[in-house]
Nanobody, 125 residues
Framework: VQLQASGGGVVQAGGSLRLSCAASGPTFGRSTLGWFRQAPGKEREFVAALFRGGDRPYYADFVNGRFTISRDSRKNTVSLQMNDLEPGDTALYYC???????????????????WGQGTQVTVSS
């Protein structure tokens, strides 16, 4: 499985960005797909995920209705629409996937086996 993330950039506070992750592999439709982020000097943290081919999203508390994760199974992509961005959202954003995630641990990065290279999001105040 290979993941290729794109869509990062520099945006002012209150702006929007849409991240996209192109995935290869025959089990994309059944995989758990997630987005994580890592700011300088901080640990990688969970942002959002879709569990095992389903459409129910899971979000970190800090998302607070600003982000939307979605999957396009025809294109093998998972996207993260980010609105009302804040300077605290500045980080390197990674997409990740796994066929072995259990629901109770969906926010645990250790559950994900495949990772994209990361795309930088910078939000200026």
């Amino acid at each position: 499985v290979q993941l290729q993330a794109s869509g990062g950039g520099v945006v002012q506070a209150g702006g929007s960005l849409r991240l996209s992750c192109a995935a290869s592999g025959p089990t994309f439709g059944r995989s758990t797909l997630g987005w994580f982020r890592q700011a300088p000097g901080k640990e990688r943290e969970f942002v959002a995920a879709l569990f095992r081919g389903g459409d129910r999203p899971y979000y970190a508390d800090f998302v607070n209705g600003r982000f939307t994760i979605s999957r396009d199974s025809r294109k093998n992509t998972v996207s993260l629409q980010m609105n009302d961005l804040e300077p605290g959202d500045t980080a390197l954003y990674y997409c990740a996937s796994s066929n072995g995630v259990i629901m109770s641990a969906i926010r645990d990065a250790r559950q994900y086996h495949y990772w994209g290279q990361g795309t930088q999001v910078t939000v200026s105040s």
